[in-house]
């Protein structure tokens, strides 16, 4: 009759079978020790049990130790590392966890206006430079009062609100800085509390998050806007729903494929290649204001790069010497799946009065 396996826990595996099989193949300890008659499957069993009680680092280190003093003609209580990748492993997905809760920014949204039975404005706005010598602040101050002022108006913050030039890597581009970096924080925050209210959406930023993070490690931007408004610490697909319409954004400070013949060309790239349920792509960065729509699987989509408020030497040296202050606008409708785009926020909100008064 041919002799059962002996069982993991079985008294035929002795601390040094233990130790030995913790730091040599199951070949190895299998033949190492004949009298014991061990089995393949048997020590795989029993180092499997070890790791799973926690006692593989403990036998390890005494195997060690153990090897040391056989070499010497002293004894010592030297330290030993004691390193299991299981453990390691278990705590990594812990921490990933304890990190899942406490993040702040997301991926996606959902933005309910589904009460409402009129239009409503969006207003992605970005590349304000708020902070640098050359922003034009009368017109920064302007576009907030009419965000404030005007009902059914919302913004969608696409990045570089604060200039943070901090990378120290010319000295006129650090000089650029009008206000300290902790004075550009505490605008910003300031601001927020003014116009969070108006607020739909916000994403990372290279000025602003970017920037703070290599720096540091950690973005006083990013955390100011996740703790208040839904912010994208990437590609942010957000969901806006107008009355009976769903409108579905992709959002994000600058898109890859950018071309210089064509400012939207990242954002349809985008949608054709990663997102085609998308309604709508919006960027920034470029501070080249442009839009157009495009049919796509029988639906029409639109793009949008906004403009900015900056006019600095930088601009007029490389791209031009025209200042590009003008944020194309978007208009939902409630009833019909339709996204009107203007220009700019002033020939948007000249429409809406114009249907304002022939309504009267």
């Not at 004949?34 to 680092?57: E, I, N, S, V």
Request: aromatic residues 8%; neutral net charge; hydrophobic residues 35%.
């Amino acid at each position: 009759m041919e002799e059962s396996e002996p069982s993991p826990t079985s008294k035929r595996y002795t601390p040094e079978i233990d130790a030995y099989l913790l730091t040599h193949t199951l070949n190895e300890t299998v033949a190492a020790f004949p009298d014991h008659r061990l089995t393949y499957c048997g020590c795989h069993r029993r180092r499997k049990t070890l790791k799973k009680q926690g006692k593989a680092m403990d036998l390890v280190a005494a195997a060690k130790q153990a090897e040391r003093h056989a070499a010497r003609e002293f004894a010592d209580d030297k330290n030993i590392a004691k390193v299991n990748w299981r453990r390691a492993n278990d705590l990594a997905q812990q921490m990933q966890a304890l990190h899942e809760d406490t993040r702040a920014s997301q991926d996606t949204a959902t933005i309910d206006f589904s009460r409402l039975d009129r239009p409503i404005v969006v207003l992605p706005w970005s590349d304000q430079h708020w902070g640098d010598w050359a922003t034009d602040y009368e017109t920064f101050a302007r576009i907030t009062d009419e965000i404030l002022e005007t009902p059914d108006l919302y913004v969608a913050l696409v990045g570089d609100i604060a200039q943070m030039a901090i990378k120290l890597r010319r000295v006129a581009e650090v000089a650029s800085n009008l206000f300290t970096p902790t004075q550009q924080v505490e605008f910003l925050e300031d601001w927020l509390n003014e116009i969070e209210h108006k607020v739909l959406f916000a994403t990372w930023c290279n000025h602003g998050v970017e920037r703070e993070e290599a720096g540091t490690g950690i973005s006083a931007i990013a955390r100011i806007l996740k703790d208040r408004v839904v912010y994208h610490n990437g590609i942010g697909h957000p969901d806006v729903i107008v009355g009976q319409q769903t409108y579905r954004f992709a959002v994000t400070h600058r898109f890859r494929f950018y071309s210089s013949l064509n400012p939207t060309h990242g954002c349809h790239r985008y949608i054709e290649r990663q997102a085609p349920s998308r309604d709508v792509a919006i960027m920034g960065d470029i501070h080249t204001p442009a839009s157009d729509q495009r049919w796509l699987e029988g639906r029409l989509r639109t793009g949008v790069v906004t403009g900015s408020i900056q006019y600095n030497t930088y601009g007029r040296r490389h791209f031009s010497l025209h200042r590009t202050d003008k944020f194309p606008t978007l208009l939902l409708d409630p009833e019909e799946h339709e996204v009107s785009v203007f220009p700019n926020l002033s020939q948007c909100t000249r429409v809406l009065r114009w249907g304002a008064l022939r309504n009267h």
